[in-house]
């Protein structure tokens, strides 16, 4: 059997519920006291925040997917990332439940409205 064989079909019920658990395990005391650790150290700047929160969260995502049938580390994160995008442009509550995960590694970005392109000049 390869290694293509082993990645199971990801159907909007399953990304639903490994984004859910995703989430809860993100919210687990020890979790949450990692990851406020992290955020202490690196405030608002995107770069670090890549470099200190992102492995945290994938790593308890990847924890996850071994769960679900995905294969341990690089691959099945990939693998569940590429299946998962095209999920989310036809199923909202899958975007949501990603864009939850995002925020926990990602910096809140504020888009004005008063900043628009001068196209119509």
Known sequence: MSKIDSIPTL??????????????????SENTKKLEE?????????????????????????????????PEGREGIVKFAQMLRSLEREEAEVARLHGVIKAYYLPTVSVSASNESPVDE
Do not use: W, Y
Not at 11 to 28: F, G, R, V
């Open 11 to 28: 159907t909007t019920e399953t990304a639903i519920e490994i984004l859910q658990k995703t989430i809860n395990e993100l919210q687990s």
């Open 38 to 70: 992290a955020r202490g150290n690196v405030g608002n700047e995107m770069l670090k925040m890549m470099q200190f929160l992102f492995p945290i969260v994938m790593q308890v995502q990847m924890d996850v997917l071994k769960d679900f049938g995905f």
